[in-house]
């Protein structure tokens, strides 16, 4: 059974950091799509970041510079960090398995939350 455990979400000032981890279990995130999702309130559900065999990530145009998708592959967990967060940032964060052609292959945490206050 496939399970994906966000952690490290908080409420932080404009400007500051937060790390976002996702400890997955029943699934090796070195063969996965890993990716970051985000959903702000009264908004569709957003792709943030994404990290694919054999190691190459793609972010979307309002994170690029400021946060970083990684993997650690003997922890079994993907993280987000974040930095020179915006009011903007504030959403619902949650990560994501997929696998390649195995379209049925797509897997969520449960999201933690992340607050930007300006």
């Known amino acids: 059974q496939v399970q994906l455990v966000e952690s490290g979400g908080g409420l932080v000032q404009a400007g500051g950091s937060l790390r976002l981890s996702c400890a997955a279990s029943?699934?090796?995130?070195?063969?996965?799509?890993m990716s970051w999702y985000r959903q702000a309130p009264g908004k569709q559900r957003e792709l943030v970041a994404t990290s694919t065999a054999p190691r190459r990530t793609n972010y979307a145009d309002s994170v690029k510079g400021r946060f970083t998708i990684s993997t650690d592959h003997t922890k079994n967990t993907v993280y987000l960090q974040m930095n020179s967060l915006k009011p903007e940032d504030t959403a619902v964060y949650y990560c994501n398995a997929k696998r390649p052609y195995i379209a049925e292959y797509d897997y969520w945490g449960q999201g933690t939350q992340v607050t930007v206050s300006s």
């Open positions: 029943g699934t090796m995130v070195s063969v996965n799509v």
